[in-house]
């Protein structure tokens, strides 16, 4: 039976042309027909003239190109191409991945066997980007912990590389707005999915896109301690997923911790303190990875949540400063 599903790729993007250009020409050369194939591409104000590149581009897909005049943020870049798809099904795709050329195939091919479900694609480091600790790191987390095929909590839900139907998303309301820095606002919309209407997530390692943005350490960990705030506001809107995420023991103290909760927060707190943290990231950066282990990278990641974290609690350490 000939395909017949219509499917939507969303990309939120800021400031990477370049970048995107390669995501776009990869979406070209899908084998999924291209008339049923739509690419909305939401540029969120950038200043390097990517709405003009986007108006002038001839695709084999129908290419929707919708500028913000202010920046919003992606969750509310995304929200503004799901307002414009067309298709029944949606594909996440970042503005910094190269799409295999059987990636939308593969997203439609599971969600005609796993209706009502949503798919997580596998999202690799590109290999001509190198080699290094940070790389092999970033390829380890996330669903790449499982095996292809398995059930996926909600929070390794990531739209660099996702699908689920538009309906779904529509009848959850959409992505939360108040997430305006980068993270976390894709893993909240999939912890609604599940808790509301019981979405079951997947991965998939033949969904396959390659990140091509390289990233150093020192880039990585500055996210980090940047995403405390949208990690906070989440955790504000979902207080039971902390133990999920990893995360209950980085939190402020709190009087109503129990005395377990105690203790592996002040442990955090005398393992993460700035002397040693000092230490290990300028030992990692001199020998530029090569000597690193993973468990020294999930240490200064760890170091990174924590300070964000303390450093957005109120007077109360309930966490105040984070959006409300």
Known sequence: MPPNRTVTVVIP??????LLEETLDS??????????TEVVVVDDCSEDDTYGFLQGLETPFRLVPVRHEVNQGRAAARNTALRA????????????MRCDSELITEHVRFH???????LIGSALQAPELGRSTIFTYLDAMGVHQLESGSRAPARYFVTNNASIARQALL???LFDENFRNYGFEDTEIAIRLE????????YSADALAWHIHYQTLDAVLDKREDTAE???YLLRLHPDRAVDFSVDSLLPASPDDPPSLRLRKLAARLATNRACYSAVRWLAGRVHL???SLWTLRYLIACQYRVGLARLAGPDGSGGSARP
């Open 195 to 202: 808790e509301e209407q019981g979405t079951e997530f997947w």
């Open 171 to 173: 009848d959850v309301g």
């Open 112 to 118: 005609d066997g796993h209706p009502g479900a949503g």
């Open 230 to 232: 949208p990690l906070a």
């Open 27 to 36: 979406l070209a050369k899908q084998t999924y027909p291209a008339e049923l």
């Open 85 to 96: 798809a067309g298709g029944d099904l949606v594909v996440f795709v970042d503005d910094d």
């Open 13 to 18: 993007t800021y400031g990477r042309k370049s």
């Open 290 to 292: 090569r000597g690193a």
